[in-house]
């Protein structure tokens, strides 16, 4: 049953995301200025074809890549800052300077008074600009360690009052020792590692030479775990939660099969307790039986765990199965946002309609008919005027439109 | 219906350390001409065993246990390396699962494509210049046999008459062939560029007109275009429009007819590419004799009409006459030779049935009935019977197969004795070891002296027919075709392929594929490719040598919707156009709905259910086939999905029952204890469970199937 995260608590914010990777003298935009955000114990679901730039979103909100320009929200705190938008703002700004100053009259007498003028305005623009760069740019480098101090600080706060309120100088010995511990923790705590990703391929993602307890409890080894024995209880509950059995955890991964090894891709990513997930193609490798085993698995663990799961993938009808809200993308553009349900039944975009048009179903009589519209954007769209922008048609339902598009949407949205 | 491939009891297992692992269980199917055969399954259930045993690339490591693949009357799992190298790739292309695998990740895509191209070209011309010479120099002998030793002096004439000639026509066709077809794709580019005019875009509509203009006098022809002043002017202006422009001109900046410009040239190509061809066979003989005569004031159907009268009462009239004497004196001296091996295949048989073969004895006979058999084939006719052509290599391995397996059946043997009293014996110690006795491979002597024999047996009965058919022989037929078949060879060995066509066909082959820009992706390398533009490739190169049976083993896997879609409405589109016959591997039985026009659903080495797409989809009986349809979401699907618990059981160790038992939740006690035969529902619906014997309880499927199926109906019946 799908549900209403109308009320619910914002999680990750995305906003005006772009990555551009550079291809000789040319940039390829891969992400090309994408803006969602995803509610506490939701799943959005991306979809899109190959090559849109659907993997690269989920790649650069977990900073595998370095974002070119826009910022990542994540519980309030940002971490993902690009900079290319100030820069911009900048070069332009010189070069409306330039443009200014040469429209004055140079005789008159209030030449270089107006030029002073114009030219202090500019600077502290372009000051304000770099301000921001600076700013991005610590945030994008430092944001674990802001995570970590502010975690460090609420334990400060907490512990002070327990050991102000202890009674016997034991007690509070005892809390400052526990403070301590937990301070060490939260000194190595990464905000990041709240997010965890699922890979498409299980084969290429797991490590052969490891065993599955070595796969598993890797990040905690990282994050500073020494205690073998809570490493193994820990490994053991995961693989007992994603279906596996102990005995497992010695193996290595290529004495299973295809649905086990996607098992424990998931294992590796939950022992973190991530507040969110990115599911990055997690069913498209396996067999179709098997993937209504892990789709049943993430189900449950969405349930029993509250995760927020960002869910990429390109087979329309696990998505619409899967997710409660669905972003379209196209060429690196998001073209249609709404609720699954809502994108189903209206979907208004012409991408939207040929991706629907495209989905196969076990019914042969009605597959022998099926048309499968084409998109052709060149065909569809006259931007040469009007330039399109990402509006909201009806509530909740987000369309990349110009103006003339926006009202034929409503039209046909109120026709229906 | 034409059958165009036949697969008979296949079993194939795999020799490994553990022991032998039954990948595919005694199969049968066939395959009809332009139909697609969807086999569905888990992996593991050996859909790609069967498709590689098909492709003759099975792993090092499979043994064909029993079995026939029977394609154009050949058995592909008897026929040599040699003949199999024709046919792969060439008839039989396969698309595999993982495009990157059968790309080469240091060579560009466009060489990769145009590779194949330029080789087979080669080749091919090479061939059929080869042909060509044999076919008319037996010919040429044959004439002289019939017709006795004082005609060879002409005899030799007319073959050479008739060598030029065809060479000449071809040469003719294929220039025509060429410029006709550059007006073809002119005519589309133009009307592209039209289209981007009108549209006022300014993306490269410049690339587009100059490719355009620069082709338009190439299409110059009398039989295509006719160029005259008036369009020569058009296209110089268009010319010095195009030069006018900057690097990043607009369209305005062109001269202002351009459209109307267009619309006329669009007219001219439509109008000429509809005119009837003239008969180019009839064209080069008169050319060839009469090389002034000025043919371009003639309208086709006058020129068609007196190059046909000239070449028949020239030459092809008295050419088909002694020809037919030539064909049947060939004919006849290959019977006469057959009627005398009769006697010799029969006491063959007789010496196979001896209890022990002797090896010397053996290969000596099978030596001398191999060099008997080659002989008595009648080369000329190109009706020709595949029996013969393969009875040399299919006896030879049998009889090999014989004596090896005489060295190795003991030593096999030793081994499993030897193996298995060592597990006795740990047995009574009370010990529980931890490995499995490898199964004995024996081979079966008494069973390849039987398919010896029967490989006789096939022989003597295609000689019977022969020899009977006698009275049937139509020589005036076959000359016709054995002349239709030289015409062939003869465009073939006309038909040069450059670098550049191949390069143009490439680029097309990536655009009919849906590769955006394809003239830059030309010169790029596997790895700038994305997935799905990879595998839009490797169908590409599988589609370069036109064949005949397309087998695709997980196309689309790896692809999303959109590409899936269109590669799939793109494999549909090329069957009907080159009546191809598809198998087509997949898990999914969502793809297979639009494509398949049967479907067998295999489980562990097995096919479990076998019918046309609308019985198993709208009547599934087999519970594997459920519970796969059970476990794919559609867009209505809100409840928990049924998943199928488990995984497929161990081959090494086959179930005694229906392997598919032990995860089925309507098992049957009887499912675990006897193989269920197939049961047949109708004409051309077979399902292997015992579900359908009559005195099992009655069993429905999944609710979440029944809901489907009537959704389904409802659906069908509104639209209709």
């Given at each position: 049953m799908k549900r209403n995260f109308d009320n619910a608590e914002t999680l990750i914010t995305v906003d005006n995301l772009c990555q551009f990777f550079k291809m000789g003298k040319r940039e390829l935009k891969a992400v090309n200025n994408v803006s969602f955000d995803i509610k506490k114990g939701e799943v959005f679901g991306l979809v899109g074809e190959s090559g849109c730039g659907k993997t690269t979103t989920g790649r650069t909100i977990i900073k595998l890549y370095n974002a070119t320009s826009g910022n990542v929200y994540f519980e309030g705190q940002r971490i993902v800052a690009g900079t290319r938008s100030y820069k911009e703002n900048i070069k332009q700004k010189r070069e409306e300077l330039k443009k200014a100053i040469e429209a004055l009259d140079k005789n008159s007498a209030e030449f270089s008074t107006e030029k002073a003028r114009l030219t202090a305005e500019a600077n502290a623009y372009i000051k304000a600009q770099r301000e921001e760069i600076k700013k991005a740019n610590y945030d994008q480098k430092n944001c674990d360690k802001v995570y970590a101090e502010k975690l460090q600080k609420e334990l400060h706060a907490k512990y002070e009052e327990l050991i102000n309120n202890a009674s016997t100088d034991e007690e509070k010995a005892n809390l400052k020792a526990e403070l301590d511990k937990e301070l060490k923790k939260a000194k190595r705590a990464k905000l990041v590692t709240k997010i965890q990703m699922i890979f498409q391929d299980p084969i290429a993602s797991l490590d052969p030479r490891m065993t599955v307890r070595e796969i598993i409890s890797e990040g905690l080894v990282i994050q500073g775990e020494k205690d073998k024995k809570v490493i193994d209880e820990k490994v053991f509950e995961m693989l007992e939660l994603v279906g596996l059995v102990r005995e497992h955890a010695g193996r290595y991964p290529h004495e299973f099969s295809g649905g086990q090894r996607q098992r424990i891709g998931v294992a590796r990513s939950i022992i973190m307790q991530p507040d969110m997930i990115i599911a990055d193609e997690p069913v498209s490798a396996l067999d179709v039986s098997i993937q209504a085993?892990?789709?049943?698995?993430?189900?449950?663990?969405?349930?029993?765990?509250?995760?927020?799961?960002?869910?990429?993938?390109?087979?329309?009808?696990?998505?619409?199965?899967?997710?409660?809200?669905?972003?379209?993308?196209?060429?690196?553009?998001?073209?249609?946002?709404?609720?699954?349900?809502?994108?189903?039944?209206?979907?208004?975009?012409?991408?939207?309609?040929?991706?629907?048009?495209?989905?196969?179903?076990?019914?042969?009589n009605y597959e022998k008919q099926r048309k499968r519209i084409v998109y052709n954007p060149i065909a569809e769209h006259d931007y040469s005027v009007n330039k399109p922008s990402m509006r909201e048609v009806a509530p909740n339902h987000f369309v990349y439109c110009n103006d003339a598009e926006f009202e034929k949407y409503q039209q046909q949205l109120q026709g229906k | 219906?034409?059958?165009?491939?036949?697969?008979?009891?296949?079993?194939?297992?795999?020799?490994?350390?553990?022991?032998?692992?039954?990948?595919?269980?005694?199969?049968?199917?066939?395959?009809?001409?332009?139909?697609?055969?969807?086999?569905?399954?888990?992996?593991?259930?050996?859909?790609?065993?069967?498709?590689?045993?098909?492709?003759?690339?099975?792993?090092?490591?499979?043994i064909v246990e029993s079995g026939e693949i029977i394609y154009d009357g050949k058995d592909l799992l008897k026929i040599s390396e040699e003949e199999m190298v024709k046919l792969r790739g060439d008839k039989i292309a396969m698309i595999f699962q993982d495009p990157m695998s059968s790309l080469n990740p240091i060579m560009r895509i466009g060489r990769q494509l145009t590779e194949a191209m330029l080789l087979k070209a080669k080749a091919s011309m090479r061939n059929a210049r080869t042909i060509f010479n044999a076919h008319l120099k037996l010919l040429n002998k044959n004439l002289d046999e019939a017709l006795g030793e004082s005609e060879k002096e002409n005899n030799r004439n007319i073959c050479k008459t008739f060598d030029e000639f065809c060479i000449n026509s071809a040469k003719l066709e294929s220039a025509y062939n060429k410029i006709h077809r550059t007006a073809v794709e002119l005519k589309l580019d133009l009307e592209h560029a039209l289209f981007l005019v009108s549209k006022n875009h300014e993306i490269d509509e410049r690339k587009v007109l100059k490719t355009a203009i620069t082709q338009m006098p190439l299409?110059?022809?009398?039989?295509?275009?006719?160029?005259?002043?008036?369009?020569?002017?058009?296209?110089?202006?268009?010319?010095?429009?195009?030069?006018?422009?900057?690097?990043?001109?607009?369209?305005?900046?062109?001269?202002?007819?351009?459209?109307?410009?267009?619309?006329?040239?669009?007219?001219?190509?439509?109008?000429?590419?509809?005119?009837?061809?003239?008969?180019?066979?009839?064209?080069?003989?008169?050319?060839?004799?009469?090389?002034?005569?000025?043919?371009?004031?003639?309208?086709?159907?006058?020129?068609?009409?007196?190059?046909?009268?000239?070449?028949?009462?020239?030459?092809?009239?008295?050419?088909?006459?002694?020809?037919?004497?030539?064909?049947?004196?060939?004919?006849?001296?290959?019977?006469?030779?057959?009627?005398?091996?009769?006697?010799?295949?029969?006491?063959?048989?007789?010496?196979?049935?001896?209890?022990?073969?002797?090896?010397?004895?053996?290969?000596?006979?099978?030596?001398?009935?191999?060099?008997?058999?080659?002989?008595?084939?009648?080369?000329?006719?190109?009706?020709?019977?595949?029996?013969?052509?393969?009875?040399?290599?299919?006896?030879?391995?049998?009889?090999?197969?014989?004596?090896?397996?005489?060295?190795?059946?003991?030593?096999?043997?030793?081994?499993?004795?030897?193996?298995?009293?060592?597990?006795?014996?740990?047995?009574?110690?009370?010990?529980?070891?931890?490995?499995?006795?490898?199964?004995?491979?024996?081979?079966?002597?008494?069973?390849?002296?039987?398919?010896?024999?029967?490989?006789?047996?096939?022989?003597?009965?295609?000689?019977?027919?022969?020899?009977?058919?006698?009275?049937?022989?139509?020589?005036?037929?076959?000359?016709?075709?054995?002349?239709?078949?030289?015409?062939?060879?003869?465009?073939?060995?006309?038909?040069?392929?450059?670098?550049?066509?191949?390069?143009?066909?490439?680029?097309?082959?990536?655009?009919?594929?849906?590769?955006?820009?394809?003239?830059?992706?030309?010169?790029?390398?596997?790895?700038?490719?994305?997935?799905?533009?990879?595998?839009?490739?490797?169908?590409?190169?599988?589609?370069?040598?036109?064949?005949?049976?397309?087998?695709?083993?997980?196309?689309?896997?790896?692809?999303?919707?959109?590409?899936?879609?269109?590669?799939?409405?793109?494999?549909?589109?090329?069957?009907?156009?080159?009546?191809?016959?598809?198998?087509?591997?997949?898990?999914?039985?969502?793809?297979?709905?639009?494509?398949?026009?049967?479907?067998?659903?295999?489980?562990?080495?097995?096919?479990?259910?076998?019918?046309?797409?609308?019985?198993?989809?709208?009547?599934?009986?087999?519970?594997?086939?459920?519970?796969?349809?059970?476990?794919?979401?559609?867009?209505?699907?809100?409840?928990?999905?049924?998943?199928?618990?488990?995984?497929?059981?161990?081959?090494?160790?086959?179930?005694?029952?229906?392997?598919?038992?032990?995860?089925?939740?309507?098992?049957?006690?009887?499912?675990?204890?006897?193989?269920?035969?197939?049961?047949?529902?109708?004409?051309?619906?077979?399902?292997?469970?015992?579900?359908?014997?009559?005195?099992?309880?009655?069993?429905?499927?999944?609710?979440?199937?029944?809901?489907?199926?009537?959704?389904?109906?409802?659906?069908?019946?509104?639209?209709?």
């Amino acid at each position: 049953m799908k549900r209403n995260f109308d009320n619910a608590e914002t999680l990750i914010t995305v906003d005006n995301l772009c990555q551009f990777f550079k291809m000789g003298k040319r940039e390829l935009k891969a992400v090309n200025n994408v803006s969602f955000d995803i509610k506490k114990g939701e799943v959005f679901g991306l979809v899109g074809e190959s090559g849109c730039g659907k993997t690269t979103t989920g790649r650069t909100i977990i900073k595998l890549y370095n974002a070119t320009s826009g910022n990542v929200y994540f519980e309030g705190q940002r971490i993902v800052a690009g900079t290319r938008s100030y820069k911009e703002n900048i070069k332009q700004k010189r070069e409306e300077l330039k443009k200014a100053i040469e429209a004055l009259d140079k005789n008159s007498a209030e030449f270089s008074t107006e030029k002073a003028r114009l030219t202090a305005e500019a600077n502290a623009y372009i000051k304000a600009q770099r301000e921001e760069i600076k700013k991005a740019n610590y945030d994008q480098k430092n944001c674990d360690k802001v995570y970590a101090e502010k975690l460090q600080k609420e334990l400060h706060a907490k512990y002070e009052e327990l050991i102000n309120n202890a009674s016997t100088d034991e007690e509070k010995a005892n809390l400052k020792a526990e403070l301590d511990k937990e301070l060490k923790k939260a000194k190595r705590a990464k905000l990041v590692t709240k997010i965890q990703m699922i890979f498409q391929d299980p084969i290429a993602s797991l490590d052969p030479r490891m065993t599955v307890r070595e796969i598993i409890s890797e990040g905690l080894v990282i994050q500073g775990e020494k205690d073998k024995k809570v490493i193994d209880e820990k490994v053991f509950e995961m693989l007992e939660l994603v279906g596996l059995v102990r005995e497992h955890a010695g193996r290595y991964p290529h004495e299973f099969s295809g649905g086990q090894r996607q098992r424990i891709g998931v294992a590796r990513s939950i022992i973190m307790q991530p507040d969110m997930i990115i599911a990055d193609e997690p069913v498209s490798a396996l067999d179709v039986s098997i993937q209504a085993q892990v789709i049943n698995l993430l189900n449950e663990l969405r349930e029993k765990m509250g995760l927020t799961i960002l869910f990429i993938a390109h087979d329309l009808s696990v998505v619409k199965y899967f997710s409660d809200r669905i972003g379209v993308m196209y060429f690196g553009n998001m073209v249609e946002l709404a609720s699954s349900d809502e994108l189903f039944a209206h979907p208004l975009h012409p991408y939207t309609k040929s991706l629907l048009s495209a989905i196969p179903l076990p019914d042969p009589n009605y597959e022998k008919q099926r048309k499968r519209i084409v998109y052709n954007p060149i065909a569809e769209h006259d931007y040469s005027v009007n330039k399109p922008s990402m509006r909201e048609v009806a509530p909740n339902h987000f369309v990349y439109c110009n103006d003339a598009e926006f009202e034929k949407y409503q039209q046909q949205l109120q026709g229906k | 219906m034409d059958k165009k491939l036949q697969v008979n009891n296949l079993t194939i297992s795999f020799r490994t350390q553990a022991g032998k692992v039954q990948a595919v269980r005694d199969i049968s199917f066939d395959l009809e001409k332009g139909e697609t055969l969807a086999i569905v399954g888990e992996s593991g259930s050996g859909k790609s065993v069967t498709s590689k045993a098909i492709m003759g690339i099975s792993a090092v490591n499979a043994i064909v246990e029993s079995g026939e693949i029977i394609y154009d009357g050949k058995d592909l799992l008897k026929i040599s390396e040699e003949e199999m190298v024709k046919l792969r790739g060439d008839k039989i292309a396969m698309i595999f699962q993982d495009p990157m695998s059968s790309l080469n990740p240091i060579m560009r895509i466009g060489r990769q494509l145009t590779e194949a191209m330029l080789l087979k070209a080669k080749a091919s011309m090479r061939n059929a210049r080869t042909i060509f010479n044999a076919h008319l120099k037996l010919l040429n002998k044959n004439l002289d046999e019939a017709l006795g030793e004082s005609e060879k002096e002409n005899n030799r004439n007319i073959c050479k008459t008739f060598d030029e000639f065809c060479i000449n026509s071809a040469k003719l066709e294929s220039a025509y062939n060429k410029i006709h077809r550059t007006a073809v794709e002119l005519k589309l580019d133009l009307e592209h560029a039209l289209f981007l005019v009108s549209k006022n875009h300014e993306i490269d509509e410049r690339k587009v007109l100059k490719t355009a203009i620069t082709q338009m006098p190439l299409t110059a022809h009398p039989d295509i275009v006719v160029m005259t002043d008036e369009i020569k002017n058009d296209i110089e202006e268009l010319k010095a429009g195009l030069k006018s422009l900057g690097l990043f001109g607009k369209v305005d900046a062109l001269p202002g007819n351009t459209k109307e410009i267009l619309q006329k040239f669009v007219g001219i190509l439509e109008k000429a590419i509809d005119r009837p061809k003239p008969n180019y066979f009839t064209l080069g003989y008169y050319m060839l004799k009469n090389p002034d005569a000025n043919v371009d004031d003639l309208s086709i159907e006058d020129l068609t009409k007196l190059t046909r009268e000239f070449l028949d009462n020239d030459f092809m009239i008295d050419f088909i006459a002694k020809g037919e004497k030539a064909v049947a004196n060939s004919r006849q001296k290959s019977l006469d030779k057959k009627q005398a091996l009769l006697a010799q295949l029969e006491s063959a048989k007789e010496h196979f049935k001896a209890a022990e073969l002797d090896k010397k004895a053996t290969n000596g006979l099978i030596a001398q009935l191999s060099k008997g058999v080659e002989d008595a084939i009648d080369h000329l006719t190109i009706h020709k019977n595949n029996m013969e052509y393969i009875f040399r290599s299919s006896i030879k391995n049998e009889v090999n197969k014989y004596f090896t397996a005489i060295i190795n059946n003991p030593k096999e043997q030793k081994r499993f004795d030897k193996q298995t009293a060592k597990f006795n014996k740990l047995i009574e110690k009370g010990k529980q070891p931890d490995w499995k006795v490898v199964p004995a491979a024996l081979t079966d002597l008494e069973l390849v002296k039987a398919n010896a024999i029967r490989i006789i047996q096939n022989l003597i009965d295609s000689y019977n027919s022969d020899l009977s058919k006698d009275n049937v022989f139509d020589a005036h037929q076959e000359m016709v075709d054995l002349i239709d078949f030289l015409k062939e060879q003869a465009s073939a060995v006309v038909y040069k392929v450059t670098p550049k066509m191949a390069k143009a066909k490439a680029i097309k082959l990536m655009e009919e594929v849906g590769i955006p820009e394809p003239a830059i992706r030309y010169n790029q390398y596997p790895f700038e490719f994305s997935g799905g533009m990879r595998q839009r490739i490797v169908i590409a190169i599988a589609l370069a040598a036109n064949p005949d049976i397309l087998i695709c083993d997980e196309p689309t896997t790896a692809l999303d919707v959109t590409i899936q879609s269109q590669i799939l409405e793109l494999i549909n589109k090329i069957k009907v156009e080159r009546n191809l016959s598809v198998i087509f591997i997949t898990h999914d039985l969502g793809v297979v709905a639009n494509m398949a026009d049967r479907i067998a659903v295999m489980y562990a080495g097995k096919i479990v259910e076998y019918g046309t797409a609308e019985d198993v989809f709208y009547d599934p009986r087999h519970p594997y086939t459920w519970a796969l349809l059970a476990s794919m979401p559609d867009l209505d699907t809100d409840d928990k999905l049924d998943a199928i618990p488990g995984t497929p059981p161990n081959m090494i160790y086959p179930p005694k029952g229906d392997a598919f038992a032990a995860r089925n939740k309507y098992a049957l006690e009887i499912d675990f204890e006897v193989q269920p035969p197939m049961f047949k529902i109708s004409d051309t619906h077979y399902a292997a469970t015992w579900l359908l014997h009559p005195d099992a309880p009655k069993a429905q499927p999944p609710k979440i199937i029944l809901d489907r199926i009537a959704r389904m109906k409802n659906l069908n019946k509104e639209e209709n």
